[in-house]
């Protein structure tokens, strides 16, 4: 923990600074009230030394005389590269005085996921989500936030701050309404770019409160020049200082402190000396400052700088190769010069170190002073320095970074395990710098295309499009050789279709499965081709496909997870076919191992992906196995909770869960899972599939419930209209398209939109009738303009619901011919209908046959009877349907 602490010259930084500390006090007034008190974030910009230090020194005296507890951290300009930095500083301090029990408790589920990333936990064997351990990390601090109430969180140099951290606090800031917390966030504008500026102005965004530090007035300088001097300072003495100084509250201060040890008379007369002195503090000036100490005060400096953090006598010691009473000596000089400092003791925690530079300014420029070749070599000493103390990999690769590449072939391996490490506690960026590193060092050659392998897996879903240039790489080069090869293979293919290159990915996991003789190896690799085809929406599937599958699947018993993919390929297929429901049933039974998942195919192992399961809960819910189907999205959903999963695995689970309800009938708890779906799907980013199936499933689960207006609402706000994706979702996203257009009035339109589903099925040669219901909707659409045409696509829908075999698609193909006909005919079918939906697990549905069969029938007993179904189901629109109805045959 880095703390922020009031100095000699934090009081001289407070002056004209009333407006920012009165925003202090009220967000200290706000979180103290109560613990139920909603969170203040509080931002502070500024430039260098104009106070942003000495305001947090400030807020954590005021804090804690009001009894507050305070943490803080700060950002380091060497230290950026190193994740979850500045949040191990705030938090792991207060976990590590815990009995790990104790942290347990309050950490709850999360303390295996967010743990390892604040080192008080060992990490697990799986790769951590990056926004799994984010969301780990935001429960952390609601849980200490309740035992250390009122919580105070302090974070300077945030520009300087890690990625890691910088989302967190982003998280962090968006959601402290629910927690009882004061945090407070300084940093320098305009220092920061990329994902680190995107993710400071999120956080800017959220602030209750942002202030921008401005200099001091001349008046002010004057003041603070009389008030360390004494009143005797003359008026052109106190102008000078400000116009050295630029009104810089630290430059003044240290200026000030040169002129009184000088003791230089503060006159008007003396004002020609401001200047010169001024350029001794900052600087070259303090860099000859330092250089007048002597070689081994500057030696230990540059070694400290190094460092950058937990710098103590014996490492730098070790590292500027002197001995430890000429260490100690050193830094007593340093101290005196006030080039270095000692933490805070109240404040001092494990790993802090026992001395730090006294601004960050002067770090800097000490930092900078280090001939280039000289640093170079430093870094390689202090990472071997880092690593015999016991840090481990992880703390020594950010030195590793700055070495030059030079054919070290234990550097290479040292990068390696740094990268599995930062893999390990969700760090994936971290992981890729040192791959990349270890990428010029060079590796050798018989490891260079492991190492591509390991980048392309570590950058697999941030940068799918470098992935796939690493990974096509690698397979280029010796190295990479049985499973590790078809590994390396099917992660390609996987960065292709999160590229959006579905054929490319098809045709390369078809052109490597050529290469192998029958085998395992080979099986695997056409299962993961079937799997993208029939996955790939595209105009058309290769000739044979399915017949090809079919025939693979008749070798196959489910022996191993190969021969259980294929099985579960060719159910899949099946289902989209709108082949026999008992068959789809026994494939897909036949690829689980009693009745679950088989071992290495379960919804985190990485070996199969997510898509392959989606395959197989999608073959039970589109065949009427609603149980088997919603036993599997439960599983999901359980599984990436317990993993910490909470990115795109996450959103897609709760889409799916969403979707056993919406099959169920049970359109309140729908709408509800797949709204939180979609505000998961919305941290990942739009356009994804998992995007467009979350929004697809909630229009089709609106325009259910009668909610068209909503459900036009969703489809504008978050594009769901053409052009589609490329790889398939459930239901068609064409035939739902086209129900909305129908359900807002656009007749012509939404016509157009079914035709267009009905010849994309075709070329496809999807014909189950509920997956993709376009003739449903198009048949009751052209009932009044084509009656003819209605009827023959009626009794198509007929036909194809039959082959299928389910009661579901029986039963809405019974209704949909009840729509064309009236009288006693529409009476019997409508009867029909309801007999067969009663059967299925499809209670709206159900529902609306009931109210279908009561309208035809004039019966208002059946009318009830479906108005308590759509009333259970939250279907409002058949309410009011049926409710009309029953007023009109009253």
């Known amino acids: 923990m880095t703390e922020v602490r009031p100095t000699s010259a934090a009081s001289a930084s407070l002056w004209e600074r009333d407006h920012e500390l009165a925003a202090v006090e009220r967000a200290l007034d706000t979180v103290c009230a109560e613990k139920s008190s909603s969170g203040s974030l509080l931002v502070v910009r500024g430039e260098a ?10 807020t954590r005296r005021i804090a804690e005389a009001r009894g507050c507890t305070v943490w803080s951290a700060r950002g380091g300009e060497t230290l950026s590269a190193v994740p979850f930095n500045v949040v191990r500083q705030l938090l792991q301090p207060a976990l590590l005085s815990l009995m790990p029990e104790e942290a347990r408790e309050y950490l709850g589920d999360w303390y295996d996921i967010a743990g390892p990333a604040l080192g008080i936990a060992d990490p697990g064997e799986r790769q951590a989500d990056p926004q799994g351990v984010c969301d780990g990390l935001v429960a952390a601090v609601r849980g200490l936030a309740r035992r250390e109430w009122p919580l105070v969180l302090l974070v300077d140099d945030a520009h300087w701050a890690d990625q890691e951290t910088l989302r967190w606090l982003a998280a962090l800031a968006a959601c402290l309404d629910e927690e009882s917390v004061l945090l407070v966030v300084a940093h320098r504008p305009g220092e920061a770019d990329g994902d680190s500026a ?20 001349p008046d002010a300088t004057a003041g603070l020049t009389r008030a360390t001097l004494g009143p005797h300072a003359d008026a052109p003495f106190c102008r000078e200082v400000w116009a050295v100084t630029g009104g810089n509250p630290y430059e003044t201060v240290e200026l000030l402190a040169k002129v009184r040890a000088g003791e230089l008379g503060p006159t008007e007369s003396a004002a020609g000396e401001l200047r010169a002195l001024n350029r001794s503090a900052r600087g070259g000036g303090l860099v000859a400052r330092l250089e007048a100490l002597g070689l081994d005060a500057t030696r230990f400096a540059w070694a400290a700088a190094i460092l950058g953090t937990g710098i103590s006598v014996d490492l730098v010691a070790e590292l500027a190769t002197m001995s430890l009473d000429e260490a100690v000596r050193c830094a007593e000089l340093l101290r005196t010069a006030r080039i270095l400092t000692e933490p805070d003791p109240a404040g001092v925690q494990p790993g802090d170190g026992e001395l730090q530079f006294v601004h960050p300014l002067i770090a800097t420029a000490v930092y900078d002073s280090i001939p280039e070749a000289l640093r170079t070599a430093m870094h390689g000493i202090a ?14 690769a ?16 040292q990068l390696r395990e740094a990268a ?5 506690v969700g760090a994936p960026d971290a992981a890729r710098r040192c791959l990349e590193r270890a ?10 295309a492991r190492v591509l392998h390991e980048l392309g897996c570590a950058t697999l879903l941030t940068a799918p499009a470098t992935t796939v240039g690493h990974l096509r790489t690698a397979l280029a080069m010796p190295g990479l050789d049985g499973a590790e090869r078809v590994d390396a293979v099917f992660r390609l293919s996987q960065a292709l279709v999160h590229n959006d290159q579905m054929e490319e990915a098809v045709r390369t996991v078809e052109a ?17 081709q079937f799997m993208w085809e029939g996955v790939h929406a595209g105009q058309a599937t290769s000739p044979g496909r399915s017949a090809r599958l079919a025939g693979l699947a008749r070798t196959c018993t489910g022996r191993d997870n190969s021969e259980r993919a294929v099985l579960i390929l060719r159910g899949f297929d099946a289902m989209t076919r709108g082949e026999s429901a008992e068959e789809v049933a026994e494939l897909c039974d036949r690829a689980l191992v009693d009745g679950r998942l088989a071992p290495g195919l379960g919804w985190t192992d990485p070996e199969w992906g997510i898509e392959l399961l989606m395959m197989l809960a999608s073959a039970y819910a589109y065949t009427d196995r609603l149980d088997r189907a919603e036993a599997l999205y439960n599983d999901a959903l359980r599984a990436y909770e317990s993993a910490g999963w909470s990115g795109g695995h996450l959103a897609l689970a709760h889409a799916y869960v969403g979707l056993g309800h919406r099959r169920r009938g049970r359109l309140r708890e729908a709408e509800a899972s797949l709204r939180g779906s979609l505000a998961l799907a919305e941290r990942v980013g739009r356009g994804l599939p998992l995007y467009w199936s979350t929004t697809c499933n909630l229009v089709d689960t609106l325009l259910a419930r009668g909610h068209v207006a909503q459900a036009w609402e969703i489809a504008e706000r978050y594009g769901f209209a053409p052009p589609y994706p490329s790889t398939i979702l459930l239901p068609d996203p064409r035939s739902v398209r086209g129900r909305l257009l129908l359900a807002v009035g656009r007749t012509k339109d939404g016509i157009n939109e079914l035709e267009a589903a009905g010849k994309a099925a075709a070329v496809r040669g999807h014909h189950n009738p509920v997956a993709v219901p376009w003739a449903l909707d198009l048949t009751r659409a052209l009932a009044s303009e084509d009656p003819e045409r209605a009827v023959r696509l009626a009794g198509e829908v007929r036909r194809r619901a039959e082959r299928l075999g389910t009661d579901t698609a029986i039963g809405e193909a019974l209704r949909c011919a009840a729509a064309l006909e009236t009288g006693r005919r529409a009476v019997v079918l409508a009867e029909r209908a309801v007999t067969c939906l009663e059967a299925s697990p499809s209670r709206y549905e159900h529902a609306a046959a009931r109210v279908e069969y009561g309208i035809a029938a004039r019966s208002a007993a059946e009318l009830r009877r479906g108005l308590t ?12 349907q049926a409710e009309a109805a029953l007023a009109g045959l009253v």
């Not at 921008?212 to 007035?217: E, K, R």
């Not at 690593?387 to 992880?394: K, Q």
Request: net charge negative; aromatic share 0%.
């Open 439 to 448: 990428l010029l060092e060079p590796p050798l050659p018989a490891v260079h």
């Open 512 to 528: 490597e499965a050529a290469r192998h003789r029958d085998g395992p190896a080979k099986l695997r690799l056409q299962a993961v």
């Open 420 to 424: 599995r490490e930062h893999l390990a």
């Open 398 to 413: 950010r030195h590793l970074l700055e070495v030059h590449p030079d054919h070290d072939n234990e550097l290479v391996e």
């Open 49 to 58: 030394g104009l106070g942003k230090t000495a305001l947090l020194a400030e």
């Open 383 to 396: 990472a071997r320095v880092v690593t015999d103390h016991g840090h481990g990999a992880a703390v020594a």
């Open 869 to 880: 179904l759509a009333r259970s189901c939250g279907a409002d629109g058949l309410v009011r």
């Open 198 to 217: 995107r993710h400071l102005d999120a956080i800017a965004a959220a602030g209750s409160s942002v202030a921008t530090l401005s200099a001091l007035t």
